[in-house]
């Protein structure tokens, strides 16, 4: 039997374990019964992993003693909405709640944001379980408390910091993840070992492929490691007053090209990670500040397990850059980017030259995707 791996997220009187390992999900109920919440929970789910698990969840807090009611949402970034939102919130207060009353983010990334976003606000704040079922949302968004939703403007513009009380990882229901999510999932797995990390990029490109297939062991080990990291930054840096913009790494590029393509299917948030990231260490490069070599053995890595590396075709330079000053990683009306020294040692900058960046994304907009 694999065991289960528990990283803890140091936060004082709101630390909170985040347990990795398969088949956690017939946990949830002992796990969420230990919290002492209200009798009944709401479980917060899409249509795709509702019909997967949710009735598994409802069995397992049942058999702690736990009633359930669930609101199931349409799949997507698109729900990521205030329309979405409101509807989310009303319906969950038409069903009843209390101060006590936990809710259970059962999905991807953008399940976890609107439920997470959603015990941030209602009642002023109520708590919520994270049970991620991507990889992306097990190595990152489930852990750390950034809650939210899209605006017209831009990505995750409306959002408030929330902390979960409880992260239940379950690796095993990442066996029903399409390939082309779990793939989006593990751009975000590579930028840790981009940040901070090299000794774990090079485990990447010898176990990386394994992970992604049939490497169960492979797979946890890359996820247990993905938490610890994001778990040892949030705890220095919970607000993003320093360290934790780290993790935005890719990101200024990434947010653009996704709110430039209206958030369509066609480019998923781990694959315009995996293009930032490229983009990030070909500014850096440019800059003089990262050997080429890092930058190539990144798109090498990125490339070879199937994930894009270019952007999409008919994107403009100027128009990017107008998304990235709506970003909220402006500051002071600069642009913040996270540059790095070479792999493992990214930094925070907010002093690229205007036709650096221009020409870094010229360039990598003329590559035929
Ligand atoms: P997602 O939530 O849209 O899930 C991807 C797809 O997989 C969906 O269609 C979903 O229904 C399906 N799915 C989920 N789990 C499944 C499973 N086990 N089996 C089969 N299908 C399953 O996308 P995501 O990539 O998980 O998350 C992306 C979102 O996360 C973005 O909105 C991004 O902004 C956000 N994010 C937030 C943070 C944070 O710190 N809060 C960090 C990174 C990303
Ligand atoms: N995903 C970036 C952060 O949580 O800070």
Redo the contacts with the bound molecule.
């Keep these: 039997m694999i065991p289960i791996r528990t990283v803890e997220v140091a936060l004082g009187a709101r630390r909170y374990p985040v347990h990795v390992g398969p088949g956690l999900l017939d946990r949830l109920g002992a796990e969420v019964a230990a919290l002492k919440p209200a009798r009944r929970v709401v479980i917060v789910s899409?249509?795709?992993?509702a019909k997967?698990?949710l009735a598994r969840a409802e069995a397992s807090l049942k058999a702690a003693g736990l009633t359930s009611t669930s609101v199931v949402l349409p799949?997507?970034?698109g729900s990521?909405s205030l329309a979405t939102f409101g509807r989310l919130v009303e319906t969950i207060l038409e069903r009843g709640i209390e101060r006590g009353t936990l809710l259970v983010a059962l999905?991807?990334?953008?399940?976890?944001?609107l439920a997470?976003f959603a015990a941030a606000v209602l009642l002023r704040g109520i708590g919520c379980v994270q049970v991620p079922?991507?990889l992306?949302?097990q190595v990152?968004?489930a852990v750390?408390g950034?809650?939210?939703i899209d605006s017209r403007h831009g990505?995750?513009l409306i959002g408030a910091f929330h902390q979960p009380r409880l992260v239940l990882a379950d690796t095993a229901?990442?066996e029903?993840?399409?390939r082309r999510?779990l793939l989006?999932?593990y751009a975000?797995v590579v930028k840790y070992g981009l940040i901070d990390d090299a000794a774990f990029f090079a485990w990447l490109e010898e176990n990386g492929p394994a992970a992604l297939s049939d490497g169960e062991a492979a797979r946890i080990q890359a996820v247990a490691q993905c938490v610890a990291a994001k778990a040892r930054i949030v705890a220095g840096d919970e607000r993003e007053q320093g360290a934790r913009a780290l993790l935005n790494l890719g990101h200024t590029f990434a947010h653009a090209l996704e709110a430039e393509l209206e958030f369509a299917a066609s480019l998923?948030?781990?694959e315009a990670v995996a293009i930032g990231l490229v983009l990030a260490f070909a500014l850096s490069v440019r800059l003089g500040l990262c050997p080429p070599a890092d930058g190539e053995r990144i798109r090498r890595h990125l490339a070879r397990v199937g994930l894009p590396v270019t952007p999409p075709p008919g994107l403009a330079r100027t128009k990017l850059i107008e998304r990235m000053r709506l970003d909220k990683k402006v500051a002071d009306g600069k642009l913040r980017f996270v540059l790095a020294r070479g792999i493992g040692q990214a930094f925070i900058s907010d002093a690229v030259p205007a036709d650096a960046l221009a020409a870094a994304l010229d360039e990598a907009l003329a590559v035929p995707a």
């Design positions: 899409d249509e795709n992993v997967l698990y799949p997507g970034e990521k999905g991807g990334g953008v399940i976890g944001d997470g079922t991507t992306l949302a990152d968004s750390g950034k809650t939210g990505k995750n229901t990442l029903t993840l399409p999510e989006a999932g975000e998923l948030h781990g």
